[in-house]
């Protein structure tokens, strides 16, 4: 029964990578969509302010005088950089005005605040650490990239991912598994997709958008995905992260930081969970007046600033017996970014993001520890709900909703 067990796994987790291996990164990109990219000379703030009105979560920052991508912007990254000034220059309206006042490129040169913009420097940080013959395969592959484009370059190494300046991308003809592939060993919550040749963003795609594809084409007969989904291994159940109503919100943004999450269960004085905090939410900015409100706002209790917030989301919670099959389900309905699963008093025993349901099918035996999901551009206060009983006698049919 036990060996039945792990061939129907398996039998699942390849079906699914097939599927994203026989499928292109250009499938994901809408007819409708935008790119935003920003000139690092720009005034940070001004960065940040265009993220929100594009209603954008990140952004291609272009570097001119070096002629080249310096990487990506996220709304994280300014929340980051702007605790990183309040923490060393004072912590007082000056220090969130003097952030104000510098330009992209001149947080980025910043020795403590550049590092902060995890998807700009990473790059630039492992070429630090290359070894002389990595550098010189590298010096080749720029050579290659100056004569025939980025694109020529990675074909000729066995590559369909590669590095736009500091820009870690995949052209549009890459498979999904390659982008999931590449997102997974290069720690990305977001990735640029880059027209063939031409080298131009054609969009920033995430976790989300891949497994939203996924759920709206995929289609399987055989019953593959009925063992709960605590028993895969998907996702955290030892060690969920939670913080108190009363914990004040520039501790909880140091716990994320720390920790590298993009949210946190916030738990009322019973350790039942009220509501999910996301490092992006800038409910704190937006309520704010002035400098000096800022500062005053990072000193507030996370369970005031869930209070605030102007419209109601729902937390997607599920319980821990659930089947891989209702997951995937839930997923189609609610396009959840992260799902909690609750005991029967509503206490958090476990969390799975939707990277951590793509990283099960891209690789069974990686083993490194993944990131949470993208960090989500919201305002929105999330509650508890109730969802439908797990019935795992139900047939699979990954479909989104109509």
Known sequence: ?????????EAGREAIA?????RTCFELIRASGKVVVFETNIPIQLAFYALLEHEMMA????????REFAGLMTITDFVDVLRWYHDNHGRN??????????????VLEDEGAGVLFTHATEARRGEERQEPQQQQQQQQQQRMEDEEGPRAAANEQGQTAADYGALVAVDANASLYEACETMRRR??????????????????VTHVDVLDFFVAHFREERRLFDQPIVDLGIGTFDDVVTVAHDTRLRDVLDLLARRDLSSVPVLDDHGRVTGLYSRADITFLATATDADSVVANLATTVGELLRQRRNDEPLHTCSPHASLEFVFQLFAEVKFRRLLF????????????????LAYFIDAYAAAPLYDDDDDLTTSLPRPHSLPEHRPSEPLDVRAAE
């Open 18 to 22: 097939e599927f994203l291996r026989s």
């Open 59 to 66: 952004a291609p920052l272009w570097d001119s005088r070096r």
């Open 93 to 106: 309206g000056s220090a969130i005005e003097g952030l104000a006042a510098r330009s992209l490129s001149q």
């Open 1 to 9: 029964m036990i060996n039945e067990q792990v061939v129907v796994r």
């Open 342 to 357: 609750l005991d029967d008093d509503n206490r958090p025993v476990g969390v799975v993001s939707a990277r951590d349901l």
């Open 187 to 204: 720690n990305r919550r977001f990735l640029p997709v880059v027209a063939p040749e031409e080298c131009g963003v054609l969009a920033v």
